[in-house]
């Protein structure tokens, strides 16, 4: 049996069985943004996550082949295994691209995958299974697995991109609540006793 489909049976099986015991409060990434390679099913290239929402990020995907270049754009939600450091992920998206003996094609795409931050470093680790949908191609499908390695370029300190305007806003309220209390602390400091002049 082909590597790429146990792997798929794998990730399509254990990952959303495990989730059903596993807490679903746990905070799905410790990252904003995070870069790194991508290798596996005949391409390698550039894999950059943003964080867009909590639990939610957009991967883009720079692939190179030996026959064909494309571009991927994915929409996937983060859910925790065990805490923050082990996730899994599920999405969906689309990509362009262009192939030496087909010209342009495009496609949708699924993903489910796994990724692991490595403790004491700013480095993921991941595996994913990202089946396609290919339009304009010789090929119609396509089922490949890719292993990732990203480096966190911006750390997560409980704040999305997005949180300041949705939700989320703690930053704002600790800083007006330290300004009532200074404004308190003030008024105290400027009441006179019966003695003082």
Same mark, same amino acid.
């Given at each position: ?15 959303p069985?495990?989730?059903l015991?596993?807490?679903q ?6 990252? /904003?943004?995070?870069a ?23 991967e ?16 996937e ?36 995958g ?18 396609? /949908? ?16 990203r480096? /966190?370029? /911006? ?17 704002r309220?600790?800083?007006e609540?330290?300004a ?18």
């Amino acid at each position: 049996m082909p590597f790429f489909i146990r792997a798929a049976r794998f990730l399509g099986l254990v990952f959303p069985f495990a989730s059903l015991f596993l807490p679903q409060s746990a905070h799905a990434q410790k990252y /904003i943004t995070a870069a790194g390679l991508r290798l596996g099913g005949g391409n390698y290239g550039l894999t950059v996550q943003q964080k867009i929402f909590e639990k939610t990020t957009l991967e883009g995907l720079a692939l190179a082949g030996s026959r064909e270049l494309s571009a991927t754009v994915l929409a996937e939600r983060h859910f925790g295994i065990l805490g923050p450091s082990l996730n899994y992920y599920l999405g969906a998206g689309a990509h362009v691209g262009t192939h030496k003996d087909d010209g342009t094609f495009g496609g949708v795409d699924g993903i489910i995958g796994a990724e692991y931050k490595l403790p004491i470093t700013r480095l993921l680790v991941a595996v994913d299974f990202k089946p396609s /949908i290919e339009f304009g191609s010789s090929d119609w499908a396509r089922f490949p697995t890719a292993f990732s390695v990203r480096y /966190i370029l /911006i750390k997560d300190k409980n704040n999305g991109l997005f949180n300041g305007l949705i939700g989320g806003d703690d930053r704002r309220k600790r800083r007006e609540k330290r300004a009532k209390e200074k404004a308190k602390e003030e008024r105290k400091s400027q009441r006179k006793g019966l003695f003082n002049f």
